[in-house]
């Protein structure tokens, strides 16, 4: 062996025994709402950017994800689409509470293929949803459990549209897949996020959900009890002007004034 060579395979290893942890060694495993997707696949490679802390993403129904933070899956944060799935993991005792925060709003909108004949609709008391689906499918997440499915039923009961509309809904497992199922054709509407169309170009919107008409669309993010130090770090990005700028890109609002 070349003797430089041996003296730098030494130094090598003694700089690995030293300094056994890099920046790029560091990452957190963050569980969000599968309609955070876009937006925080570009927010995570701009913390990977600025930090060297690799973001592991898991993308799902918000139920899915406080399910198996219960069951103890490692997460460190946990961000979902609505309120209540948050209050559940909270009861669960695997989240610190004391880093909650309301991160995001958003907002609910019906959608149609692109191609759809379906006109823009005024959506409001006497909506018809029914008679505008025809003998289609309308596809939205599991009204018992997904958040989109559950403010998309608050929003047509009391606007009078659920009890005809209902046997026409094709549920999902998560709001994404609802949105590909309008995408292909295999449903003639859909209720999704407004963030989900914005993504997607094999939809168009054809109507808004007026805002009183659900409950308000939250997202708050939480560092769970068994988080690594950098969730903190981590999660004050999420609420920097950086973060701001692209969540509104893709339609979200942030419910914060920018933490920097």
């Known amino acids: 062996m070349n003797p430089l060579a041996g003296i730098l395979a030494a130094l090598l290893f003694l700089a690995g025994a030293i300094f056994p942890a890099s920046a ?18 570009d927010i995570d490679a701009a913390y990977m950017a ?22 103890g899956a490692p997460a460190d944060v946990f961000v979902s689409a609505d309120t209540d799935w948050m ?5 669960k005792k695997g989240i610190d509470e004391s880093t909650r925060v309301n991160l995001l709003g958003n907002s609910i909108v019906l959608i149609a293929p692109k ?48 009890e005809a509309a209902q046997p026409k809904f094709a549920m999902t497992e998560n709001v994404r897949a609802a949105l590909t199922l ?29 805002p009183d008409s659900h409950p308000a669309i939250i997202y708050p993010v939480v ?8 969730a903190i770090d981590y999660i004050a990005f999420l609420r920097s002007a950086s973060a701001k700028a692209i969540f509104e890109r893709y339609g979200f609002t942030l419910l914060m004034r920018p933490a920097s």
């Open 115 to 162: 191609d759809s004949k379906a006109g823009t609709v005024s959506i409001g008391p006497g909506f018809d949803l029914a008679k505008l689906a025809g003998d289609g499918r309308i596809a939205t997440g599991d009204v018992k459990a997904v958040p989109v499915g559950k403010y998309a039923k608050a929003a047509l009961e009391k606007l009078g549209a659920w």
């Open 87 to 91: 209050d559940y993991a909270v009861s």
């Open 24 to 41: 790029q060694d560091k990452s957190i495993t963050v569980f969000a709402a599968a309609s955070m997707k876009n937006a925080l696949d």
């Open 182 to 210: 309008v995408a292909r054709g295999e449903a003639a509407l859909g209720i999704v996020y407004a963030t989900d169309a914005r993504v997607e170009p094999g939809v168009r919107v054809v109507g808004t959900f007026p």
């Open 223 to 230: 560092a769970t009890k068994t988080a690594k130090a950098e």
């Open 50 to 71: 600025k930090t060297g802390v690799k973001i592991v993403a898991s993308y799902a129904a918000s139920s899915a994800l406080a399910k198996q933070i219960e069951q």
